[in-house]
């Protein structure tokens, strides 16, 4: 495991008593699982590949300058409260680039109040909150987590689409051949090397 | 992250399935196995003897399935007739085959699709990722559907069905086989007598539109289809507003439609203006392009095109080729007057005016009042008369200076000789710009301060009071909306008052011509700022 299992909890306390370093280095730790999960959510939401980079940066932004209303103490809710500021972009970040692709870039902004109603019947809004937790994912180590988004961010590109897609994306072999315009014979393969690739990442006895 | 070439990597590669090893074969027949059964599986015995690390591997991709944020596998119905194009064709939708998608517009992917059993072609229309889709999407795309399936239109695109497939509501509609007019005048111009059948048939659909109470308020190239035999039907009712209905929309003053096309009343957010009068404008657009091969307003940003559709005129057709008739200007600049009540006041009377054009008749000319000639002039050459207007002043002031003298002063003459040579070229650069030559306007500002300045120069007595037009002129280039003019004519402004100074300069302290300077140099910088702010503002406005 590239990440020791007390370390996140231990950086947690370190930056919540004030210490920036342990701060930075905490944010440090979290970067490739903030990515891993953009990706993932804002491409199954867009279905098609998007550049999720403003939104991690984001996401990541709003956490550190908000460090501070942060109230919880353990890992499993600084994830979860990481993982919401994330929900709330994406959906902007969707919804913004939807109303821009729909009108070329025309339309003028709802106003505040129709933002409002729309956000009660958006199924987005929704779809955001539901996505924050699910039952399987309450069985595992939130460390583990953080290895994993860790070594998916260290696969070459073709692996880590391959993953997103497939394993993360939930897409069906036929989608994910197209996207990456290559048999689904060769996407299964590749979709298995990948695997394996992850796995011996994992399980290497000491990777960074 | 892209779909590059495979990179390199420990692992042989193996993409074509002749090379992969029984023994890969059957590793990932059971990765898929896991995979899909949602990541609990035994481990077969004999290929946990080839690969040692089984039961790391299927750990692997419990922790995948376990981290993924997406809630579930969706269902089969969904992932297959999704319809977000990327599945092959045929496949089937209903009661009808897809053969192929037509194209994509800002809601809906339109197919090409064949009933299975009355073999008829038909286009289906369905709205893009409609789990995605906001209610007002569907509403609209909903309300399309509606308006358009109760038209009957020999130039209307003919809705046949709607529904709803496993969510996803879709519309079918007539199959039109041929090509958008955009796409058409991609090709190359048309001719003017079939620019003007075309537009006779779109506007009498487009009339029967309104009489029906609907608008259809994004009337472009692209929302007409031509078919092989060119007759035009108007289609994509996606921004049609009923006239009854729908009241909630309108008190939202949102902006939608394509800006090239787009009327000022809509441009500018003013709904309780919206009407037929509305789609004239758009017809006008249409007929412009068609006879002329450009939009009325073609600008390199939504933003500019949007600040020239309310404050400039569109050059005249006939500017741009002379080929152009000037009954079918009028026509056409009559369609894109400013204010709705000036425009044909509907599309049938429209259709009639071309019909006379056709037939040789002399077209409903409408009395031609000196007064909206005079507006459409000085919004359409709004530089050269805000030019003229200032030379007049100048030029009236120096009369009266001169009539309490006996004879002419000295200066009469030059400063007359001087001001009649900057209309001359204000004039010639005025129709350049129209011409479509746009550095003109920097010439233009080069121009004004060299002739303020030699006119200065020719003035007569302590100049001091003078050096005040340059602060008139640095203001008055803020009426490009850039900044770049601007910043110009302050340079010019500054140097020409440095050249001045040793010249007309009267004996006065040291430090004041450094204080006039800076002063101009702050004006142009407050300028500047405004005009930065305004385009951000309007930015800001269309959302662009």
Redesign the interface.
Known sequence: MSVPPSELQRLLEQARSGDAAARDRLFELCRNYVG??A???VE????A?VDASDLVQQTLLEAHRGFDNFTGSTDAEWLAWL?QILGNNTRDF??HY??????????????AS?RAS?SV????AG?AA??LS?P??L??AHE??LA??NAISQL??????V??L???????F??VA??????R??T??????A?????SL??APDST | MTAAPFSPDPEPESSASGSVSPEEQALLNWLLEIHEQGGTASIPEELACQYPRLPQLLACVQALQAFSPVETIPPAGMSDNSLTGSEAFPRSFGPYDLLGELGRGGMGVVYHGQHRVLQSRVAIKVIRTSEFASPEEVRRFRQEGRAASRLRHANIVQVHDAGEMDGTPFLVMQFVDGETLAQRLRRGPVDQETAVALMIAVASAVDYLHQESILHRDLKPANILLDAQSVPFVSDFGLAKLFDVDQERTASGMLLGTPAYMSPEQAWGKPEQVGPATDVYSLGAILYELLTGVPPFQEKTPLDQLLRLRDAEPRPPRALDRQIPVELEQICLRCLEKQPQDRYHSAAELAEDLQRYRRGEPITLRPRDWWNALRRWVRREAPLVSHLAGFAVMALIEQLADLTSAGHRPPYLPVMGLLLLWTVLSVIMQKLLLRGFDSVKLVWIVTDGILFTTAVACAEGPVESLIVGYSLLIVASAMWYEEFPVLLMTLVSFLAYLVLLPIRGAPQPVHYPLIVGGILMVIGGVVMALVRRIRQLLKFQTGG
């Not at chain 1, 939807?98 to 106003?111: D, F, N, S």
């Not at chain 1, 019947?121 to 987005?124: E, N, R, Y």
């Not at chain 1, 197209?178 to 048999?183: I, T, V």
């Not at chain 1, 299964?188 to 090397?193: A, E, P, S």
């Open positions: 891993v999960i990706r993932a959510q199954s939401w867009m279905r590949k993982k969707v919804r939807r109303t821009a692709k729909r009108q070329t870039g025309l339309e003028v902004q709802p106003r129709e729309e019947s958006d199924p987005l779809l539901s996505s699910t399987s994912q069985l595992m583990q987590e994993l988004a070459s590109d073709d692996y880590q689409t993953l997103q497939r394993s993360l994306q939930r897409l069906p036929e989608d197209e996207r990456m315009q290559r048999s014979q060769a299964q393969m590749l979709w298995m090397r695997i394996q690739k992850l796995e994992l399980n």
